[in-house]
């Protein structure tokens, strides 16, 4: 079936725009996360949500960022007022609960 | 709070011969670890995991690793490395008892094959 799915793949924004990349979850799926891949830091954990519980945002590295989650599926990672570092690998997983997590491909942001 | 080290930034081995790619995690209690692995430009794949079953766990593609308590290790290995398994490797740990939780990844390890 159908992975997780992500968009854009690439985006490309100046310092101080806002973005919104998308998380499409495997159907069923009733938990989602989103993680950041960049050189200096690795692979950070930044928000899960699982069903309709309170989502865990620890991980989130500042008030610029924010998530949701409509519907029980599809998510949107929100940033606000981008910064350079910001630039990334975004990944989005999804998993039954208790179960392994399905990666996205990953949106690349690249803010100039 | 759980973590996990990767010895080894970078691995280079000749098709082949066997592979080992070390991780030590810390954990104050019995963890569920992961070893996933990323190809260029491709997502991460689940290799395999150990969540307190056998201590020996066999994964995808010939790859198996050995939860050690008393070392605090889960080794990587592969007997005989092929060209395909070039790719960056990570040891993941999850926390216990946040059943579904966040992952805490390590730096990751490249591991290159040479023909």
């Known amino acids: 079936g159908a992975g997780v799915s992500q968009s854009p793949s690439n985006k490309v924004t100046e310092k101080g725009k806002d973005v919104e990349l998308r998380c499409d979850p495997i159907?069923?799926?009733?938990?989602l996360y989103w993680y950041r891949q960049s050189l200096g830091q690795g692979l950070e954990f930044l928000i899960y949500?699982?069903?309709?519980?309170?989502?865990?945002k620890s991980g989130l590295p500042s008030d610029r960022f924010s998530a949701e989650r409509t519907g029980g599926s599809v998510s949107t990672l929100t940033i606000q007022r981008t910064q350079q570092e910001d630039s990334a690998v975004y990944l989005c997983a999804s998993s039954p609960i208790n179960y392994e997590q399905y990666f996205g491909p990953g949106t690349r942001l690249t803010v100039t | 709070a759980q973590s996990v080290t990767q010895l080894d930034s970078h691995v280079s081995v000749s098709e082949g011969t066997p592979v080992l790619l070390r991780c030590n995690y810390s954990s104050s209690y019995s963890p569920s670890l992961f070893w996933y692995v990323q190809h260029p430009n491709k997502g991460l794949q689940l290799l395999l995991k150990y969540t307190s079953a056998a201590t020996l766990v066999k994964g995808i593609n010939g790859f198996e690793a050995e939860f050690k308590k008393s070392e605090t290790s889960f080794h990587l290995t592969k007997p005989s490395a092929h060209m395909s398994d070039a790719a960056e490797y990570f040891c993941v740990v999850s926390p216990p008892g946040q059943q579904g939780g966040k992952l805490i990844f390590g730096q990751g390890t490249e591991l290159s094959v040479k023909p």
């Open positions: 159907s069923g799926h009733t938990a």
């Open positions: 949500f699982q069903g309709n519980s309170a989502p865990d």
